[in-house]
């Protein structure tokens, strides 16, 4: 069973040979080839590089299109700052949610480093054909208005102006429509969309229902229109508030973070498939055998509901060691040896 | 009786981040003849203190707290600092005062503004250093100013080798008086330990929680 194989039939709660491990290896991977940050987000060649040795050395069942979280909200008009060993934070371009006309839809092959996310999807296409899932990442509405305004300002403008925040979100739900469309043409599989400002920590339940949820369910059905095999939805923090919504936007699979305890996740989201939700921070600050003792905690605890794939509750550090993450398969292999699936 | 139940009214209004309201009930209070001490400790610190509640609880959201500490410090820039006598210069107390800012290598902001609001509305001497702060600039700043704590701020994980030299550095110059508290997404997966600080806090009110208990010690 490949890669892929495996992963669809997670996602449809089949059987399958091992648990799917799926841990959200970005950026840490630049140091296997020796590359700054910097090459990794600018340069598709490092991106397809790096994310194939990464497989290679850790033996998971994805390649992430990833660079970093600025790419729609560049693409848009807002100035990036470039850093060599970290990744690129944006600058607020417009002060009030009405400026939309500062603003500008993408050519997506040619506006700011959206062509390195379709190059490096269609790349990595090439190299895994079918025998691994292609996940290119996308950035949701919410998390793109607050990069356009400025987290704060979207926040108290969310309260002030709800009227010119939809405009400004009917604005960046185009612009992630058309960017996750175009993945999918450059051969993505599927894809993953982060959308941390939709995440309860940050705004109400409310909130997420009337402005993000009828956005994620218009952007994931037309990725499946385009012909996305799935579409994986990544919010992160303490979600527990809006995962009985999860199941409404049309995601086939969801990442649970570590403050969710993932049973209890399950429950709430009625048999939807889920990865996570292995802390981040433990690849830092454990050992390998510690990180592999989590992982056999997480396939216990997940070992009669279908649908689980073992993964991290948000991105590995970037200055996290590999070994770690190895270890995340090594106890899927250990679990398949030990429970029959 | 009555008093009572408009100094309800503007909890409400403050909890509920209608700064307007809360500007123009806490005007009303004064004028009726409340003084702004008991504003202030009736109305203000209670509701400071009923968000705190809130914010033990999965109820809590950046958008909700933002809110009422905007609207509490409508009422302190609108109506208190009108009824407060100037203070005095000079007067600075370690115990309540705090440097805050950002690491280097990050500049998100919006947790430092949150507890910036939070602290000065419990009546702390908030000195904001900024973002993308280096280690030795938290200390410098923190001895310049005779603070009592660092706060320091971070979302970022790759950061947190950065926080740890904070103490370092206090240490270095004689200064482990000075304590070291860190906020922010990426700290709350570490122990204060992992960071080399005094206290790892999990959001606003935890720390404020955490200033009151030294400043008790202390005093």
Request: with cysteine.
């Amino acid at each position: 069973m490949n890669s892929l194989e495996r992963v669809i039939k997670s996602l449809k709660g089949e059987e399958t040979d091992r648990v799917s491990v799926i841990p959200q290896v970005f950026g840490v991977t630049a140091k296997l080839r020796g590359y700054s940050l910097y090459e990794y987000v600018t340069d598709p060649s490092v991106v397809v590089e790096c994310q194939i040795e990464a497989r290679e050395l850790i033996g998971h069942d994805v390649v992430y299109a990833f660079v970093d979280l600025t790419v729609e909200a560049e693409a848009m008009g807002a100035e990036v700052i470039y850093r060599r060993d970290a990744y690129p934070v944006v600058k607020a371009t417009i002060k009030e949610a009405s400026e939309t006309d500062r603003l500008r839809i993408p050519e997506v092959t040619r506006d700011g480093r959206m062509a390195v996310i379709l190059e490096s999807s269609k790349r990595l296409r090439d190299l895994v054909s079918d025998t691994c899932p292609v996940v290119a990442c996308i950035v949701g509405p919410l998390t793109i208005a607050g990069q356009l305004l400025g987290i704060e300002p979207l926040l108290y403008q969310i309260v002030d102006a709800p009227e010119a925040v939809e405009t400004l979100l009917d604005m960046t739900e185009e612009v992630a429509g058309r960017f996750g469309r175009a993945v999918i043409q450059a051969g993505a599989h599927g894809i993953i969309l982060f959308d941390p400002m939709a995440s309860p920590v940050v705004v109400p339940e409310d909130v997420f229902v009337r402005m993000e949820l009828p956005r994620l369910k218009r952007l994931f059905q037309t990725f499946k229109d385009r012909g996305a095999l799935f579409n994986w939805l990544s919010i992160t923090g303490n979600c527990k508030r809006i995962l009985p919504y999860y199941r409404l936007t049309g995601a086939d699979l969801v990442t649970v973070d570590y403050q969710v305890n993932l049973s209890e996740a399950y429950g709430l989201l009625e048999g939807m498939a889920l990865t996570g939700n292995i802390k981040p921070y433990v690849f830092i600050s454990s050992t390998y055998d510690e990180i592999k003792e989590k992982a056999r905690e997480c396939l216990h605890e997940m070992a009669d509901c279908r649908g689980y794939l073992l993964g991290t509750g948000c991105e590995v550090p970037v200055d996290a060691p590999l070994d770690g993450v190895r270890a995340l398969v090594d106890a899927s292999e250990e679990f398949r040896r030990d429970h029959v699936r | 009786m009555r008093r009572g139940a408009k100094i309800e009214t503007l909890i409400e209004a403050i909890i509920g981040g209608e700064a307007q309201r809360s500007v123009q009930i806490a005007e009303q209070l004064l004028k009726e003849g409340l003084t702004v001490e008991t504003l202030i400790q009736e109305g203000l610190t209670s509701a400071l203190y009923s968000l705190n509640t809130k914010c033990t609880n999965e109820d809590f959201n950046l958008l909700e707290i933002m809110l009422a500490g905007r609207a509490m410090m409508a009422v302190m820039d609108n109506v208190v600092c009108r009824y407060l006598p100037p203070s005095r210069t000079g007067e600075t107390r370690p115990e309540k005062t705090i440097v805050l800012g950002t690491i280097e290598g990050d500049i998100h902001e919006l947790g430092k503004h949150v507890v910036k609001i939070l602290l000065r509305s419990a009546g702390y001497k908030v000195i904001d250093i900024g973002k993308d702060v280096p280690p030795e600039e938290f200390v410098s700043e923190a001895i310049k100013h005779q603070a009592g704590y660092i706060g320091v701020s971070s979302l970022l994980t790759p950061t947190l080798p950065s926080i740890k030299k904070i103490k370092e550095i206090l240490k270095r110059q004689g200064r482990e008086d000075i304590r070291v508290v860190a906020g922010g997404a990426a700290v709350q997966q570490a122990s204060a330990e992992d960071l080399n600080v005094d206290f790892v806090s999990g959001n606003a009110f935890d720390l404020l929680r955490y200033l009151d208990g030294i400043r008790d010690e202390l005093t």
